[in-house]
């Protein structure tokens, strides 16, 4: 119960922060899981989810949840965004520490063309 606690409150502080501090710029959020990694660039103007991605693709086969997958669903996400005609977001980890598979997601997603 203590941990669920911490994780909520790092979770609004970087959240809170990032929306005061993103100079209207468009929210890439990431959330991962125990099975499956999902992003989405999220417009809080208006609140739409303009491009989204994850591991859970329907009619294909499930990819794990490791750093490799997370590699995939960056590269996913950046195309969705260029495609859409968005090029720069502010990265929301959301309350998870910005390592392994949430860093492996960041860095294909700039290697694929967003910029934060």
Same mark, same amino acid.
């Given at each position: 119960m203590a941990k669920l606690?911490?994780?909520a409150r790092r979770r609004r502080r970087v959240r809170t922060s990032i929306k005061?501090?993103?100079?209207?710029r468009l929210r890439l959020s990431v959330h991962r899981s125990g099975?499956?990694?999902?992003?989405q660039i999220i417009d809080d103007a208006h609140g739409r989810?303009?491009?989204?991605?994850s591991t859970l693709?329907?009619?294909?086969?499930?990819?794990?949840p490791n750093? $490799? &997958? #997370?590699?995939?669903? =960056?590269?996913?996400?950046a195309e969705k965004a260029l495609a859409a005609g968005i090029t720069a977001?502010?990265?929301d980890r959301g309350g998870f520490l910005f390592h392994g598979r949430?860093?492996?997601?960041? $860095? &294909? #997603?700039?290697?694929? =063309?967003?910029?934060f």
């Open positions: 606690s911490l994780f005061a501090n993103s100079g209207g099975r499956h990694i999902y992003a989810t303009l491009a989204a991605s693709v329907k009619g294909e086969k499930s990819i794990g750093v $490799d &997958a #997370a590699v995939k669903v =960056g590269k996913d996400i977001v502010v990265f949430v860093k492996a997601l960041a $860095d &294909a #997603a700039r290697e694929g =063309g967003l910029e």
